[in-house]
């Protein structure tokens, strides 16, 4: 992998540590260790921050990644929990980190606070959202083994990066990345509290759609070059 800048630097061992540990876990039916991993992380990050910033006298943590923070702790309970069974509480849980996703942004904005950190730290824990709810809900034998696919996708799209010499930049976020990511949180819910014995045919359609962002993605960053 290449040095680059301490941002990528984290970026890259983060896609690391999460993609081993997922590939780990699966086997087992545990989700609870790679998150405590990822969450761990993501804390780090945050502490480095803290400390490169004292100095200036301000701090990373405004109110909106105080609610990315409640974000965190909730899927890290969804990661003790879908493991062990699905049903309402679950689905609720599930759906609670994706409202709140909307509401942090909300906040950073309104409070003019949006910063490069935020915006890092609420994309990488929507990551870690998604492959949590893939390892529990494939552990808890609601879904195939399929949603793993979307679970770790983040992942390698960093480590392609990484090394790849081709793909030099990674790609914005899209609207089809967005609409991808409310289908698959939807699947989640749908999939923790199944309402009907469709909802394995709706995880797949949203596992689909995602792998489409994500080829989307490698292909503009084959394009940027």
């Keep these: 992998m290449t040095a680059g800048t301490p941002a990528e630097r984290w970026t890259n061992g983060h896609a690391l540590l999460l993609a081993s540990s997922a590939a780990l876990c699966a086997p087992l039916h545990l989700a609870w260790p790679t998150a405590a991993l990822g969450a761990g992380s993501l804390l780090l990050l945050l502490a480095r921050e803290l400390r490169g910033s004292a100095a200036a006298g301000v701090s990373p943590i405004g109110a909106a990644n105080g609610i990315t923070l409640a974000r965190l702790a909730l899927v890290l309970l969804l990661a003790v929990r879908l ?7 679950e689905a609720g849980l599930v759906l609670l980190v994706f409202a709140l996703d909307g509401v942090d942004g909300w906040v950073a904005r309104r409070t003019g606070r949006a910063s490069e950190l935020g ?59 967005r609409y991808a990511f409310a289908l698959m949180v939807l699947s989640f819910a749908a999939s923790a509290w199944p309402l009907s014995r469709q909802h394995a045919l709706l995880a797949v359609v949203a596992s689909l759609c995602i792998v489409a962002s994500f080829a989307r993605s490698v292909y503009w960053s084959l394009r940027s070059v």
Excluded: N
């Design 83 to 89: 493991p062990r069974g699905s049903g309402p509480v």
């Design 119 to 177: 915006a890092r730290f609420d994309m990488e824990t929507d990551a870690l959202f998604v492959l949590v709810c893939a390892l529990g809900l494939y552990a808890c034998e609601r879904l195939g083994a399929y949603v793993l696919v979307p679970g770790v996708l983040r992942y390698a799209y960093v480590l392609a990066l990484a090394l790849v010499p081709r793909l030099r930049r990674e790609a914005p976020r899209s609207l089809l990345g």
